[in-house]
C-alpha cells in the first residue's frame, strides 16, 4: 500500500493530500530510508514521523485497504515519541 494511502487509512494523518505534503517535504523515513508518497509500506515496517517538534516512531503492525475509526489504531503501534525541543531552551 501507498505510504500515503496507509497515514490516511490508519489516521495517523486526517487527510490524504496533507500526507502527501508531508512525505513531499521529507519529514517521514520508512526503516531508516527517506520516503517518498508512493513509497510502500507493509506489516513490520518502521515509520519515523516528524509533526512540528515531536518525532513520533511507529511500528506498522497490518496494513488494510479500509478501516473504520475504531479499527484504524490498531493498524500501528507507537514505539516512542521524542521532543525536538532544544534542551538549553527555558520551557
Known amino acids: 500500500m501507498r505510504l500515503d494511502k496507509f497515514l490516511k487509512v490508519s489516521r495517523l494523518i486526517k ?3 496533507l500526507a502527501k ?3 513531499d517535504q521529507g519529514r517521514i523515513t520508512i526503516n531508516g530510508l527517506q520516503a517518498k508518497a508512493g513509497s510502500n509500506v507493509k506489516a513490520g ?3 519515523i514521523v516528524r509533526f512540528g517538534q515531536k518525532l513520533v516512531t511507529v511500528k506498522i ?3 488494510k485497504e ?10 500501528y503501534t507507537i514505539v516512542k515519541e ?6 538549553n531552551q527555558p520551557f
Open 45 to 47: 515496517d518502521e515509520l
Open 15 to 17: 487527510r490524504r493530500t
Open 21 to 23: 505534503e508531508v512525505c
Open 82 to 87: 521524542e521532543s525536538l525541543q532544544d534542551k
Open 61 to 63: 503492525n497490518e496494513v
Open 66 to 75: 479500509t478501516s473504520r475509526k475504531e479499527e484504524a489504531s490498531s493498524m
